[in-house]
């Protein structure tokens, strides 16, 4: 009884300084993500700025979902002005850059367009921005825990490996619902060119068959005027 008495005074301390350390451990290393869709008017091009830090790193994903041609001109630059990628009249695109302190800047162009607006879907993963965190200071957490013997380190290892995997999955599914969207206006579009189509060769047919139709009668008929 002794031996049960102490192990249940043990456990509620066990479960709280175990919950405590994931939420710890949890919060370390973490990425940040954010898509966006916007419309882009035709002959306009807008610009989107992201400030970031030093030994940080920005990927940004991009897509034209919908609009004539599917495609759009991309660039990003530099704090400092300096471009640092560009595209020209693609449909999609994926940039990583390593990152300085300062603000980023990443614009997309439909100027080469005057009549066609780009529906555009585009993604932000940001990695590495809790820098003024020290990655250390987990440890000061781990005091009296020996007796446990847990291996903290094995279990951050395996929460941010999961995390990481969580977050890839999410990124893929969002890729995906924006692929899907893409081809679905894709669809909707060659539907709606399939009916116009045949609508118009309907009216030429049977517009044909009536010119027929006339000429054959025609090809019958007695136009000798009967005189009496």
Known sequence: MEVVRVLLCVLPVFVALVSERFAVLAAYSQSLDSD??????????????????????????????????????????????????????????????????????????????????????????????????DPDDWKEYVQGTDMLDMKLEDIMDTINNVKSRLGKSVQIQTLLRAFEARDRNIQESNFDRVNFWSVINLIVMMLVSAVQVYLVRSLFEDKRKIRT
Do not use: W
């Open 36 to 133: 966006f869709t916007f419309t882009l008017p035709a002959g306009r091009k807008e610009c989107f700025y992201q400030t970031m830090k030093k030994d940080a790193s920005l990927e940004i994903e991009y897509q034209v979902l919908d609009g004539a041609g599917l495609d759009v001109d991309f660039f990003i630059s530099s704090p400092s002005g300096q471009v640092l990628f560009s595209d020209y009249r693609k449909s999609d695109g994926v940039h990583t850059v390593e990152t300085e302190d300062g603000d980023y800047m990443f614009c997309f162009d439909n100027t080469f367009s005057s009549v066609s607006e780009k529906l555009i879907f585009f993604e932000l993963i940001l990695d590495n921005m809790d820098t003024d965190e």
